[in-house]
């Protein structure tokens, strides 16, 4: 069974398309690629990865498929396309050429529009996924988990799984609302969630393994080992924690797993989510 890391990135930085990594984040602000990578899995006992858009553009999708028809351990990309867009039934069309493309993200907790993915024409693009066997990433903060039982619920047979937790505010130690949310969602079967980015949203000098036991236990409880998958999130991590330290995190949490359900976690449910290559 491979081990797989479900979500982390490659870029060459340009501080202008990549604005969000401010100064505080002076630790990423340069490029990163598979070479950069492939040694830090090795050593941490990772057998391949899923790379994920990090800009909202069909460049970007052909970056990353091109690192991953050059690098056997990049299993799959999650690229992006404009799933509002006319057009959107030709574009998957396209890209279900590409037998590494296995889906798409937009980043919806940048929109000012908080419920965009209910709104008909972003609806309609998820519609056209299914056809080709497309997932989709849901990249959220918490204030928009209140539209995702009505989004995943509208399309049953859709592959959706959920990034970071939607990134719950583990610096302020809150989790009330968020995790009565997380419990409703995770109902539904056709939603998974990657146990990724945690990290970065604690207090990035200061934080200890036991602030995300709680969070840990929420979304373990609700989605079951059958439905989580492990993410890195490199190298957005990095701003928190090396590699090592982040999945050692997860590692210490984990054991009480027995054997098939920690090798469902560590790359089972990536392989099957993503319909992985082994």
Not at 122 to 147: M, S, V
Request: aromatic share 14%; glycine share 6%; net charge negative.
């Amino acid at each position: 069974m491979l081990k797989v890391d479900s979500h982390q990135h490659f870029w060459i930085f340009d501080p202008v398309r990549d604005s969000w990594i401010n100064d505080e984040m002076g630790v990423i602000q340069r490029d990163f690629l598979p070479e950069d990578l492939s040694p830090v899995l090795k050593v941490n006992g990772m057998d391949g990865c899923v790379a994920v858009q990090a800009d909202q553009t069909e460049e970007q999708n052909d970056f990353l498929l091109s690192l991953a028809k050059k690098n056997d351990f990049i299993k799959g990309v999650v690229g992006w396309v404009d799933l509002r867009a006319a057009h959107i039934a030709e574009r998957l069309a396209y890209y279900s050429g590409f037998d590494l493309m296995k889906g798409f993200r937009h980043v919806l907790q940048g929109e000012e529009d908080r419920a965009l993915m209910l709104k008909s024409a972003f609806r309609n693009g998820i519609a056209e996924l299914g056809k080709h066997d497309f997932t989709y990433d849901i990249l959220i903060f918490p204030d928009q988990l209140q539209y995702v039982s009505a989004f995943v619920g509208g399309f049953p047979n859709q592959k959706f799984v959920i990034d970071h937790l939607a990134k719950p505010y583990i610096k302020d130690k809150k989790i009330d609302d968020w995790a009565k949310e997380i419990r409703a969602v995770a109902k539904h079967e056709n939603l998974y969630c990657k146990v990724s980015g945690m990290v970065t949203e604690a207090d990035w000098q200061n934080w200890k393994a036991g602030d995300f036991t709680p969070y840990l236990d929420v979304v373990f409880e609700a989605f079951g080992t059958d439905r989580l998958m492990f993410g890195s999130d490199w190298p957005v991590c990095q701003v928190a924690a090396d590699y090592r330290d982040m999945k050692g995190i997860v590692e210490q949490y984990t054991l009480k797993l027995s054997a098939n359900e920690q090798a469902a976690f560590w790359g089972g449910n990536a392989t099957r989510f993503y319909n992985l290559k082994q």
